[in-house]
């Protein structure tokens, strides 16, 4: 009998997830933080954040303005449209040679509670190393000094096609994603802490750890969607705990059904939005289809915010530079570590043994 395959996924801080349901509920989390953060990359079948090789070139071909020089450092950016993308340039020597790292940077942040930050690398130029290197690899990354950019249109409406089509398809997906959603995740909430309340020192503990985390003055200020954040606090720091296994199994039984209800939920209210969407659009004029068609499929920006042409990570380029592209690249960084959390997770005092009016987090009035 030929041995089932297991199937494993990596989360945040390079914790691997082997469990069917967990590993389901982890990417339909990670989809909504994509259109959240409106991200150009995706997740591969592995959990690593990448970027679609026709996305890498666009990126490569926008010219960017140099906002600040370190050693052996470039920090650029680029203006498409109404959007700033950042990049950093790192520089290194080898033998005789210069190579030059092209990394796009990208992050969200969840009301100043926490922050998550992406770095891609997207392309490399090498070539010899001489005092023309500088010269070399700034037109090779389409790079410009505030002085040189004076005068120049530097919007580049015109070489971003498929990234404002993925940013618009990211933008309609949103709408979708947070239709009922704060309703949804205040009940998942609720549900998750009444478990973890019964889930002995381990669930208290962490009920200790995110109230630390949502006392934020942000989180505090926030008037809409506030549960969407609370939720996805709670499942960050939730993950080290589950795959750690600090709770029994019978709540880890209980969480997961707790999750496949939100999934259900979130699921039918995004049927509703599409079905009412479609409605609200029956009675426009034949023009409406011709730019139907043209929202369709771009990398990483398709209806069902899937890439357009999922050949697998691309994480170099293979851009038309005026020297070969160094193709020995190291791999992308994926997400931040995550082992602060579990650092503070382990650190907080024991519960076992002192007296429940004192050491039992009060949820409903604290946090509901």
Known sequence: MEEEKKVTYKGYGDIILNQEDDINYYKASQEFELAQGLLLGYYDEKGDYTISEDICKELVGLDKLIDE?????????????????????????????????????????????????????????????DINFLFRMKKAFNLFARIEAEGKDMSNLDKAAK????????????????YQRDNIDKAYVKEILNILKNSGPGGKRLILMYLEAVRSKSLNKLKVNKYVTLRQVLDLYMQNAMVEGYFPDKNMRQIRDARKKQMEKTNSSQAEYSANTAKKGGGKSKGGGGAKKAKGKSAGGGGKGKPAAKKGPAPFVSAPL???????????????????????????????????????????ERVL
């Open 69 to 129: 020089t370190a050693s052996n450092k470039y920090y650029v950016s680029a203006k498409v449209g109404d959007y700033k993308l950042k990049f950093e340039i790192d520089i290194e020597k080898k033998d005789t040679k210069k190579v030059a790292y092209l990394y796009f940077k990208e992050n969200f942040s969840l009301s100043g509670v926490l922050e998550k930050n992406f770095s891609t690398l997207v392309a490399s130029y090498i070539d010899d190393d």
């Open 163 to 178: 990234i404002l089509a993925t940013k618009k398809g990211l933008l309609d997906k949103r709408s979708k994603l947070y």
């Open 322 to 364: 005026p020297s070969d592209v160094f193709s020995n690249s190291s791999k992308p960084e994926a997400a931040p570590k995550q082992e602060e959390n579990k650092k503070l997770f382990n650190s907080l005092p024991p519960i076992v043994g002192l007296k429940q009016s004192e050491k039992e987090p009060n949820v409903e």
